[in-house]
């Protein structure tokens, strides 16, 4: 199979279609640190932050957003 | 190690059909599955790569990847040489593919593994090729092990009966939706789209912690109306199911 290479500008535009509907979408695989961080769904608080070799966790004890209280998808405890 | 497959019935003479899989390979005696993991010896269906892993290693569980379960945390990795789709794409042909060196590794070595490098979380991912056709030794290990937590990174091409015995003993998986196309599956994977969409929703309704990816190919899979499509299926399950939209890299076979 022959295809180019995925830019970071395709997954931009995928990500853009997906998140009219999804609340969770991420740029995997990229060379840039963007559409890596989960933001709360309510309030918009970034929840957690991650580059390609950190990821820092605000989320509550049980996974819940430190400003509004909003709980995040996931298993965090 | 041996071990005898599961999933499998017997034909006439030595002859069987693998039923782990919807590919349900006829196999004579002495055949391969397309998958390289199952062997017919003299009318017994054999799990040949049991325990034998392509690579072993530790990493963030960010890389599986998986973005909201257990963020930060190591995770000990390790995969067969082996895989039961056979992708015009494939970003690790060479482990998943083509014959590629192993170790064995016991699931009580396995065990002691995880122990000595992941001792603040239990927990170990069965990823790099295709974990679902090392069926029968991640059950073992998981029905020996229940305080380790298991991660699957799969493709998701498994049947419902042998999937449903194996999903109690998981606890998070990501599952690659490679597009949302029959004649993709078909042409560029060898395989079908409806299995795997009815595994996701298998895996939503067991509660098993979900997440996606989408090797996103451009021209290939990246319609706006398949994007649409994924789009829609997806936020019916669950608008918060997180999903990786991960880039394709050129391969030179």
Known sequence: ?77 | MKRKAMYYRNEEDTTLVCELCPKYCVLTDGALGGCRARKNLGGILMATNYALATGLSLDRIEKKPLYHYYPGSRILSLGPNSCNLQCSFCQNYQISQMHAATQEISPEFLRDVIAQHCAEALQVAFTYTEPLTWYEYILDFARENPEVRIVLVTNGYINPRPLAELLPHVSAMNIDLKAMSESFYASECRGHLEPVLENIRACVAAGVHLELTFLLIPGLNDAPSELMAMRDFIAELNPELPLHVSAYHRIIR
């Open chain 1, 1 to 77: 199979m022959i295809a180019p290479a995925t830019k970071t500008e395709h997954i931009a535009s995928a990500i853009k279609v997906f998140k009219e509907s999804l609340v969770n979408v991420y740029g995997g695989n990229l060379p840039v640190s963007d559409f890596m961080d989960t933001l709360c769904r309510s309030c918009g608080t970034r929840l957690i932050a991650r580059t390609h070799g950190k990821t820092q966790n605000f989320l509550n004890g049980e996974g819940s957003c430190p400003q509004c209280g909003t709980k995040a998808y996931g298993v965090y405890a």
